[in-house]
């Protein structure tokens, strides 16, 4: 069975709107489009790389998907020509015409969907698409969680866990990795069971 991943950068605080540029998404008069670019260096880029090695899909929420579908097919590049031969599918709400090649519309039953591309595909990474990223956080319906997470605080914007998730465990999966300008590569599992509870009095703590 293949692996959803959940790929997001952050700042410390949270905010995951529009981090690759100003005209990325301004909802709610979000005044930091771009947040993200003057943290880039080359320990992130590595690491981006390298976290798509094995890509074999990508699942995308509509906002997403209209960002990626206006740049992806005119850039150059390994990532550009690994996203634009690779299968897109595309969850919406809606029925947009979806032309960038190789893109398929998700039917009405988004959680069976992607339950069925896990059939079709090894890896398959959901990248921004904090909408959709939340039904996947309620549904637990991801197994890896990758968060780049900055040294900003910005106060306010759309944020990872926006809706608040099911009490779930994680597991580090790698040792975590520090870029030379501060941004932090966290990668998870998701890991069974409920988060469990302890008194730090009772003698729960390490000695």
Same mark, same amino acid.
């Given at each position: ?9 952050? $700042?410390?605080? *949270?905010?995951? =709107?529009? /981090? ?12 930091? *489009?771009?947040?993200?670019? #003057? ?7 590595? =690491? ?32 550009? =020509?690994?996203?634009?031969?690779? /299968? ?5 709400? =809606?029925? #947009? ?30 990248? *921004? ?5 939340? $039904? ?45 300008? *501060? ?25």
């Amino acid at each position: 069975m293949g692996l959803i991943h959940i790929d997001l950068f952050t $700042t410390l605080d *949270g905010v995951a =709107q529009a /981090p690759g540029g100003p005209d990325e998404d301004a909802d709610d008069g979000f005044a930091f *489009g771009g947040w993200q670019a #003057p943290l880039w260096d080359e320990v992130v880029d590595e =690491q981006v790389d390298a976290g798509m090695a094995d890509l074999d899909a990508l699942l995308l929420g509509r906002r997403t998907y209209d960002i990626f579908a206006a740049y992806w097919p005119h850039a150059d590049g390994k990532i550009a =020509q690994l996203f634009n031969r690779l /299968p897109k599918y595309v969850a919406s709400h =809606q029925t #947009p015409t979806l032309e960038w090649a190789e893109s398929t519309l998700l039917g009405p039953d988004v959680v069976a969907a992607v339950c069925e591309l896990r059939d079709r595909h090894a890896n398959i990474h959901v990248i *921004g698409s904090l909408d959709f990223v939340q $039904t996947l956080f309620a549904e637990r319906l991801f197994d890896r969680l990758t968060l780049w997470v900055y040294p900003i605080l910005l106060g306010g914007g759309k944020k990872v866990f926006a809706d608040g998730v099911v009490p779930t465990n994680l597991r580090l999966i790698e040792p975590v990795v520090a870029s030379p300008r *501060g941004a932090v590569l966290q990668r998870y599992a998701l890991a069974d069971g409920r988060p469990g509870v302890g008194d730090m009095s009772a003698g729960d703590r390490e000695s």
